[in-house]
């Protein structure tokens, strides 16, 4: 997924998620892709709600 312009980078997403057992990957390896893409992986319903909900907190306060 394309992370919003006004976001942080993809590392640092992955990193501020990462202390809450979700594990997320920066694209910025993947040509075309940039610091601007996650790759996501979700195993169940509860598991994409608490990444939802996590990302929803995330946008509220990772604004630059």
Known sequence: CRL???????PEI??????????LRSC???EPLDDRFLRIAVLGEEQNLRLL????????NIVR
């Not at 992955?14 to 594990?23: A, F, S, T």
């Not at 909900?53 to 509220?60: D, E, H, V």
């Open 14 to 23: 992955v990193e501020l998620l990462l202390p809450l057992g979700m594990l």
């Open 4 to 10: 919003p312009n006004h976001w942080c980078r993809a």
């Open 28 to 30: 910025c390896d993947f």
């Open 53 to 60: 909900q996590a990302l929803n907190i995330l946008g509220k």
